[in-house]
């Protein structure tokens, strides 16, 4: 009877045996296609304490995007907040304390000197009990697209200044922009 316990004890820790190995290498699984899609985008995403005194976890495109390493950030969570100019100071903490979502674009300094714009959303993640245990931002790089937008402005006033008129034309031969002066000429 002892025997046959024993088998039976043995036909069990292999079927737990088998569970695990499953259990372990879906898990290498997931964490394999995490890895793939931290290391290929071009976001910075992180995860941290609502206070940002510690940070679990950033992807690489930190290092990209702030030209810092993600072992500094891990060693100096706060040195995030470093690089927001002071005039930039509201979009600091002010959202995690209040536990609100958010959605900001504000200015950094690169570890080269640059200034870099970076939009960048926060989530508030909640435990059992409904309180804030970490947020999850993802942040990118808008620098280019901020400059191109400027240019456009400053496009926009110069062809609204001009004293000549001045209209654009699509392709199927629809006015799609007139400046004052070509309104002015033609009404």
Known sequence: ???????????????QISKRELAEKSLRASEQRFRE?????????????PELDRVLYVSPGYERIWGRSCDSLYADPRS????????????????RR????????????????????VW???????????TISRYIDVALDITERKRI?????SHSQVLHSMSEAV?????????????????????
């Open 1 to 15: 009877q002892r025997t046959e316990e024993l088998l039976q004890l043995n036909a069990d820790l292999r079927v």
């Open 98 to 117: 209040q536990g609100r979502l958010f959605d900001r674009e504000y200015r950094i300094t690169h570890s080269d000197g640059t200034t870099r714009w």
């Open 80 to 95: 995030l907040l470093d690089t927001v100019p002071a005039d930039d100071a509201h979009t600091k903490l002010e959202p």
């Open 37 to 49: 899609i931290a290391d290929t985008i071009h976001e910075v995403f992180w995860i941290a304490t």
């Open 120 to 130: 960048n959303r926060g989530f508030p993640i909640r435990d059992e009990a409904g």
């Open 167 to 187: 209209s654009f034309v699509d392709e199927q031969g629809l006015i799609r922009f007139t400046n004052p002066a070509f309104d002015a000429m033609f009404g």
């Open 149 to 153: 937008k400027d240019a456009l402005r």
